[in-house]
């Protein structure tokens, strides 16, 4: 075949694996196949830095003692996690080993210990510190027995070693995060339900 610019070679079909390529190591052109270059890109490149996530849960219900009082969330179980683990001296720390971009979305199931009406806020902290513009409010106008689930994400730019905090509080102190275990149907209900994983 005569040399031809890359532009007027044939186009290939679907790579399988067996298919040779040219690279340069040290100074000296050698070939390899497709199947190796992928598993090398794959393991140096997808696992160590890409594949970073957590699921946890906690079994516990969360008050609010005083009002107006910001409190941080705990999370006593953790399903799986690689490069992101909860820590903390009441495991209420979201750590981040690699930097990244990461995804953190959470539910809440909260409810009220009495009739009276109770607007509750959930936001995200950073290192001890508040996050700007992350906070919302849910209002419980109903009964003792009102509940709703209080479920967003947030995107977060984190660096290797930062922490993250889930904190709540509200304007009465029947304001809870419960955990059900006398429900109806199902399985038992986790006050906090959390997912992390890393998007870039």
């Not at 930097?99 to 210990?113: C, E, L, P, R």
């Not at 806020?121 to 290192?127: G, P």
């Not at 995107?155 to 070693?161: D, K, L």
Request: aromatic share 10%; proline share 5%; no cysteine.
């Amino acid at each position: 075949m005569p040399n031809l610019p890359i532009s007027q070679l044939p186009s290939a079909s679907a790579l399988t694996g067996p298919e040779l390529f040219p690279i340069v190591q040290g100074g000296v052109t050698k070939q390899t196949t497709f199947t190796s270059l992928y598993s090398s890109l794959t393991s140096s490149f997808v696992s160590s830095s890409t594949l970073n996530y957590l699921s946890a849960f906690h079994t516990a219900s969360l008050t609010t003692a005083v009002i107006n009082t910001p409190y941080s969330t705990s999370f006593s179980t953790t399903d799986f996690g690689s490069g992101v683990a909860i820590g903390g001296p009441i495991k209420n720390q979201i750590q981040i080993t690699n930097a990244g971009v990461y995804d953190i979305q959470f539910s809440a199931q909260v409810d009220k210990t009495t009739g009276t009406t109770v607007t509750g806020y959930i936001w995200l902290a950073k290192n001890g510190n508040d996050l700007p513009n992350t906070n919302t409010q849910v209002t419980l106008a109903g009964g003792a027995s009102d509940a709703q689930v209080a479920a967003w994400n947030f995107y977060v730019s984190a660096s290797a070693g930062d922490y993250y905090e889930l904190r709540y509080g509200a304007d009465q102190t029947n304001f809870r995060i419960h955990y059900n275990t006398a429900q109806t149907v199902g399985p038992a209900v986790p006050s906090l339900i959390l997912t992390v994983g890393r998007i870039a």
